[in-house]
């Protein structure tokens, strides 16, 4: 019987990768033609253009909203629909199981799963990826729906009693194959010798952050052994270009729009300047890296702030406020990490917080779930 996985999650790459990292894990557990996937997301998410291995079903969604208003009735509109589409893509693929990593597009898919099993049209289980310290309003609707949540830190367990499993989060194969710092630099247009700062905003970049950057190389004289890879997102990039040719002199500073692999970033990285969304600090963790976290002050339930409080008071990160950010408070940061020992002690904070192999977990977790193994498969 072929294991047949529905995936589900989108808007932001926070939400996406995961998914992906967890379809690369069962593609690497079962044996060609035993396992099938499909994405279902939404049209105008990330996932529209970072979902390329596997087929993609786009679901009507709109964001939950804490309030009555106009909005109120869009939301209920486009879910609705979003339901409705999702039964019938659902009763076509029968998958064994539905996996939702995150954001409001879960929502219609996993209710519409629910719905066909309680009809006894599909059989499916459901599991739900928290990634986050604290749970967001979609994920703490859904969780009465799901057989089981996968969570990153045994902190979350609170959130969900008993259907709680700390799996660790899923990343990318690329980030667990160690790399030498010079060579990912070589690779990366960088000298290969010198101290780097990698300065990532998330997959939609953040405008504070890329602010506050180019105040401190264009303002600043950085150590002359420094060097700043700044990957700015892809909406900042033309008005970030304007910004990079009054770069200080001596200051060496590389600006690119997006990484489609961070895997050399995180290696060429001394210290990482990012936002603290739950998939970036599963990457840090992975791979060690010391950081500095801006919390987007917005993120709905504060869970930003949550995460980057976990890693600062592990000893792997400093956290700054979106609202103090400038190019000085960068600078003496930064100083305060790289001048001192405390790079070392900031990785091994940081290495400390790497969940286990999430990816061999859940995969684990999926053959208990559907009765599906993959090694009885491969007998």
Not at 23 to 41: I, K, T
Not at 130 to 137: A, Q, R, S
Not at 219 to 235: E, F, I, K, M, S
Not at 253 to 262: G, K, M, N
């Amino acid at each position: 019987m072929k294991l047949r996985v529905a995936f589900t999650g989108g808007g932001t790459g926070g939400h996406v990768y995961p998914a992906l990292a967890i379809d690369d894990a069962l593609r690497a557990a079962y044996p060609p033609g035993a396992y099938e996937a499909r994405f279902f997301g939404n049209r105008h998410g990330l996932e529209a253009t970072l979902v390329t291995t596997i087929p993609l079903t786009f679901v009507p969604s709109a964001p939950l909203q804490r309030s009555l208003s106009f909005a109120t009735l869009r939301t209920v509109f486009a879910n609705t629909a979003g339901v409705l589409v999702t039964l019938g893509a659902l009763e076509r693929f029968k998958p064994n199981l539905v996996v939702a990593t995150g954001g409001y597009v879960c929502f219609p898919v996993v209710v519409a799963a629910r719905i066909l099993r309680l009809l006894r049209i599909i059989h499916a289980r459901i599991a739900l990826l928290e990634i986050n310290v604290t749970p967001g309003l979609t994920n703490r609707l859904l969780t009465p729906l799901v057989d089981e949540v996968w969570t990153t830190y045994a902190a979350s367990e609170t959130s969900f009693g008993r259907k709680a499993v700390v799996t660790g989060a899923p990343v990318r194969a690329s980030l667990r194959i160690v790399k030498d710092a010079p060579s990912a630099r070589d690779r990366l247009g960088l000298d290969p010798d010198r101290t780097t700062v990698v300065v990532m905003g998330g997959s939609q970049g953040a405008r504070s952050i890329n602010e506050a950057v180019t105040a401190l190389v264009t303002r600043r004289t950085l150590p002359y052994n420094w060097q700043v890879l700044h990957v700015c997102g892809a909406r900042d990039y033309a008005y970030m270009q304007a910004e990079q040719r009054e770069v200080a002199p001596g200051n060496l500073v590389r600006l690119v729009p997006y990484l489609d692999d961070p895997a050399d970033a995180y290696a060429a990285a001394d210290v990482l300047i990012a936002r603290s969304g739950a998939s970036t600090l599963a990457e840090a963790a992975v791979t060690g890296t010391p950081s500095v976290l801006i919390p987007y002050p917005f993120a709905a339930d504060q869970h930003q702030a949550h995460n980057a409080a976990l890693f600062e008071a592990a000893g792997a990160a400093i956290v700054l406020p979106d609202a103090k950010l400038d190019g000085d408070l960068l600078l003496w940061t930064l100083r305060e990490i790289l001048d001192t020992d405390r790079v070392m002690q900031m990785r091994r904070a940081a290495r400390s917080l790497a969940p286990r192999n999430a990816g061999a977990t859940i995969v684990e977790r999926i053959a208990l779930l559907t009765n599906q193994n993959p090694v009885r498969m491969r007998n």
